[in-house]
């Protein structure tokens, strides 16, 4: 779906979106009773609303999850306006759907021990403790970054309490694309690490919005480093604009699922039968919000919803937002660490 020629994208798309509404019927079946089932727990455990169990998973307040999506709608005209930038970068008139994600084209390649060496530095240069914990993941060989068939797809970094470590899968093809997903499962690993050491096992895996924070910050430190480092000017931009669109995604579009999942519960206390047309009219409705009008989507794509894992997890509701929390978080975390500059690293341990 990132690939940079156009017509290959249109293709992959519409493969995938045109295969999923055959199956909708399934799929609105099992995310319209996993909802409807969802809101008598909420009843028989007198939670306040459907969303109020995640909140006390991750530590935070309605009101804060308010404010934080009312910022984020106030700011909508700011991600807008990236994507029409992004649209001349890419010599378009106009982004159509199968664009949002396509990256910029880069040329430069990295090597495996490449890779490694700048997630060392970037760590390390952070606080040589980091750049501690980072060089014993690569000398456990606790990193899976090989490509084979019925390899699980995405970044992952799983927890070892006992043995005080992790254990990291990624994708790995020299792209610098994936040393950002590199550089955020090690960020995962050092927070792990620093708890194991510190807490018990219950009390060392926190809520999802504090989860994502050291693996977040490990990413504005690696794009700083790169900016540093790389001379190209247009691969700087392939740089900043790919970040920018990760961040779009993060801020912008996670929001935008947690305001389909809302109107989803607000369907069903409307006692609305959500068959696959009513959950694809939400899902727009959501999405739309966000893109306005700087996006043209193929009509399949009213499919999206269908293939998003998070939806299914019957016991975890609403588990988007913590990225976008994490996200804005570290934002001001990073920029108070550009004030501050070395004395801030105690504070952020």
């Given at each position: ?21 055959k199956?909708e ?11 409807s089932?969802w809101v008598k ?7 306040d609303?459907p969303?109020h ?7 935070t ?5 308010s404010n934080?999506?009312?910022t ?14 992004k ?27 490449e ?8 760590y390390n240069n ?5 750049g501690?914990?980072?060089s014993?993941i690569f ?16 970044a992952?970094c799983?927890y070892w ?6 254990f990291?899968?990624t ?19 050092i927070?792990?690490y ?5 807490q018990?096992l ?11 924070t050291a693996s ?19 691969e700087r ?5 790919n ?5 779009g ?22 006692e ?7 959950i694809?009219?939400?899902w727009?409705?959501?999405?739309n919000?966000?893109?306005g ?9 009213k ?5 998003v ?14 990225y ?5 978080f570290?934002?001001?975390l ?6 501050e500059?070395?004395n ?6």
């Amino acid at each position: 779906m990132q690939h940079p020629d156009k017509e290959t994208r249109i293709s992959v798309y519409k493969s995938i979106f045109g295969g999923l509404k055959k199956g909708e019927e399934i799929h609105s079946s099992a995310l319209r009773n996993i909802c409807s089932d969802w809101v008598k727990t909420v009843k028989r455990r007198n939670y306040d609303s459907p969303i109020h169990r995640s909140l006390i998973d991750n530590g935070t307040t309605q009101e804060i999850i308010s404010n934080l999506m009312k910022t984020v709608e106030n700011n909508i005209n700011i991600y807008q306006k990236f994507l029409k930038i992004k649209a001349k970068l890419l010599n378009l008139p106009k982004l159509d759907g199968v664009d949002v994600w396509a990256n910029l084209p880069s040329e430069k390649r990295y090597s495996w021990d490449e890779a490694k060496q700048i997630c060392f530095q970037v760590y390390n240069n952070f606080d040589v403790s980091f750049g501690n914990v980072i060089s014993d993941i690569f000398e456990r060989n606790h990193i899976d970054t090989s490509s084979r068939e019925g390899k699980i797809a995405g970044a992952w970094c799983y927890y070892w309490y006992n043995g005080r470590s992790v254990f990291i899968l990624t994708p790995f093809k020299g792209l610098i694309s994936d040393i950002f997903p590199l550089t955020h499962e090690l960020g995962h690993g050092i927070h792990f690490y620093l708890a194991s050491r510190e807490q018990t096992l219950l009390n060392s895996m926190p809520g999802m919005t504090m989860q994502e924070t050291a693996s977040t910050f490990g990413e504005l430190l690696l794009a700083d480093h790169l900016l540093e480092t790389i001379d190209s000017t247009n691969e700087r931009i392939s740089l900043l604009t790919n970040q920018l669109t990760m961040g779009g995604l993060l801020i912008f579009i996670l929001s935008s699922w947690m305001l389909f999942e809302q109107s989803l519960y607000h369907s069903i206390d409307r006692e609305e039968y959500l068959d696959g047309k009513a959950i694809s009219k939400y899902w727009c409705a959501a999405r739309n919000k966000m893109y306005g009008d700087s996006v043209e989507f193929f009509d399949d794509m009213k499919w999206e919803w269908i293939p998003v894992p998070h939806f299914y997890m019957a016991s975890r509701r609403f588990y988007n937002y913590p990225y976008v929390y994490a996200q804005l978080f570290v934002y001001a975390l990073y920029q108070t660490y550009k004030r501050e500059g070395k004395n801030f690293v105690p504070k952020f341990k």
